[in-house]
């Protein structure tokens, strides 16, 4: 089974930035829309952004609460989610998946075990 990997998560101040990675080893992710997701404890999965592959314009979606902080990017086999200007409430497990855009829950495939990002003073 596909199982992409997340990596780049940490522990940062708030204000400060983090870099996550998404890649998926043997294959690459060049065609394949990929979402990322975040789930902070006592809280349900959501997702935050998405991109699809360059074939289909390379759409990107954003959820409300990480717009013009978070910007989601792919260079060649790999996907990106620069986080800037993070908050407390960014703290939560990430995760990035394989499925289709715009990245809705029960549209997505495979699953990475997800890479945690602590935001604390």
């Known amino acids: 089974q596909l199982q992409p990997v997340e990596s780049g998560g940490g522990s940062v101040q708030p204000g400060g930035s983090l870099r996550l990675s998404c890649a998926l080893p043997g294959y690459g992710l060049e065609y394949d829309d990929i979402g990322w997701f975040r789930q902070a404890p006592g809280k349900e999965r959501e997702s935050i952004s998405c991109i699809s592959t360059a074939g289909t314009g390379g759409m990107k979606f954003y959820t409300d609460s990480v717009k013009a902080r978070f910007t989601i990017s792919r260079e060649k086999d790999l996907v990106y989610l620069q986080m800037n200007s993070l908050k407390l409430e960014d703290t939560a497990v990430y995760y990035c998946?394989?499925?289709?855009?715009?990245?809705?829950?029960?549209?997505?495939?495979?699953w990475g075990k997800g890479t945690q990002v602590t935001v604390s003073s």
């Open positions: 998946a394989i499925g289709q855009y715009p990245c809705n829950l029960d549209a997505m495939f495979y």
